[in-house]
């Protein structure tokens, strides 16, 4: 099958959607599938204009114009990308909140009658509901012949309020459990070790994030010694550093490579999520992947791969997260018989059943655009 993945954003670019974006190209190739990649994101040699270049198994087209700030967006790609996009045999439109070129791409696509995928792989807020719901976007791009997905079951939820109740399935981020399995708990006794990996932007939560850490080491018990990691890189982390300037048990290390991740989480005891507003939080199921156990927020993403109490500790509100954490840094035994299931079970978002979930999606747009009269 030729498939084009349309995505405003694609590395160099760092972030959730545009690693998933690349990780689920390669796994489709590797699957057989030959796989295009149609982005607005400049590559790392910063060449604006129409550039065309290998990715590994993937061709990647970049259709990039100047914009403020560097948004990845260009008006002008559609025109361009038409002769082209007719050629495929599936179209798989990767949505945030804002995307201005992949809902062009979608516009198209399903202009040339091309069986279309969409996943959003963000949370559409209240304000952004409305917004949808005004322009019936989404139910456009449903009688266009558009299956609807997203990330999670939450932010499917979120998806399908915007579009006035219509049904959107859930393909979710993939992991390959091989890349996130270190050698083994490598605990240090000296303390229990809470860790956090996060981009420093307002949306996670930072200054939210320390105060939980203040209020965690005023909950545990003063005998327990108490060590937290937070790895990432971002606007607010020049701030977020002078807060924790008189904290010496809170270390922020900035953004690190994914193998210096893998042994981070090895020598750690639990991971902390504080973001509400969480599509999926591929950071988090990485650490469950790795054994962690998870302390994150119950209706978020996460809780697609974190039950409360076998993978973790899922809370309502940052009151339930600090005794969330509090309960997992003072209960050696709940820590470590659910640090030993998530050792031992896989998730059940590992690539193969992912890219199994996408080529199902894959069928039934063809077979909605069969069923229009314009069969693929």
Not at 350 to 376: F, L, N
Request: some cysteine; overall charge positive.
């Amino acid at each position: 099958m030729k498939i084009a993945l349309l995505s405003d954003c694609y590395p160099p670019r760092l972030g959730g959607i545009e690693t998933q974006v690349r990780d689920l190209g390669h796994r489709l190739a590797a699957a057989g599938h030959e796989v295009h990649v149609y982005t607005a994101t400049v590559g790392a040699d910063g060449v604006r204009g129409r550039v065309v270049a290998a990715d590994g198994p993937v061709t990647v087209h970049r259709h990039t114009i100047w914009t403020p700030l560097g948004i990845p967006m260009n008006p002008l790609a559609p025109k361009a990308i038409r002769p082209e996009l007719r050629s495929f045999d599936v179209a798989h439109v990767h949505m945030g909140v804002i995307s201005p070129f992949a809902t062009d791409m979608a516009h198209l696509a399903l202009e040339l009658g091309l069986p279309t995928v969409l996943t959003w792989h963000c949370v559409l807020e209240p304000a952004a509901q409305r917004a949808y719901a005004a322009l019936r976007l989404i139910p456009r791009f449903a009688r266009a012949g558009a299956v609807l997905t997203a990330v999670s079951g939450m932010a499917a939820d979120r998806v399908s309020r915007a579009s006035g109740g219509l049904p959107v399935s859930v393909v979710p981020n993939g992991i390959d459990p091989a890349r996130w399995r270190g050698p083994g708990p490598e605990r240090r006794g000296d303390a229990v070790r809470i860790v956090t990996a996060l981009r420093f932007a307002p949306r996670k939560r930072v200054p939210a994030l320390l105060r939980m850490l203040r209020a965690i080491r005023e909950t545990v018990p003063a005998r327990v010694r108490l060590a937290a990691t937070l790895y990432g890189d971002g606007s607010l982390l020049p701030l977020a550093r002078r807060r924790v300037a008189d904290a010496g048990w809170i270390t922020l290390p900035g953004r690190v490579a994914r193998a210096d991740l893998v042994r981070a989480y090895a020598e750690s005891d639990l991971y902390l999520s504080p973001v509400r507003l969480e599509a999926f939080g591929v950071a988090a199921l990485e650490a469950r992947t790795a054994g962690l156990p998870v302390a994150a927020v119950a209706g978020s993403g996460v809780a697609d791969f974190v039950g409360d109490g076998v993978e973790g500790l899922l809370a309502h509100d940052d009151a339930g997260l600090v005794a969330a954490v509090a309960r997992l840094a003072t209960d050696d035994d709940l820590r470590r018989r659910i640090a030993a299931h998530n050792r031992a079970v896989e998730p059940a978002q590992v690539w193969p059943r992912v890219v199994a979930d996408v080529e199902a999606a894959y069928d039934r747009a063809r077979a909605a655009m069969a069923k229009r009269g314009q069969p693929r």
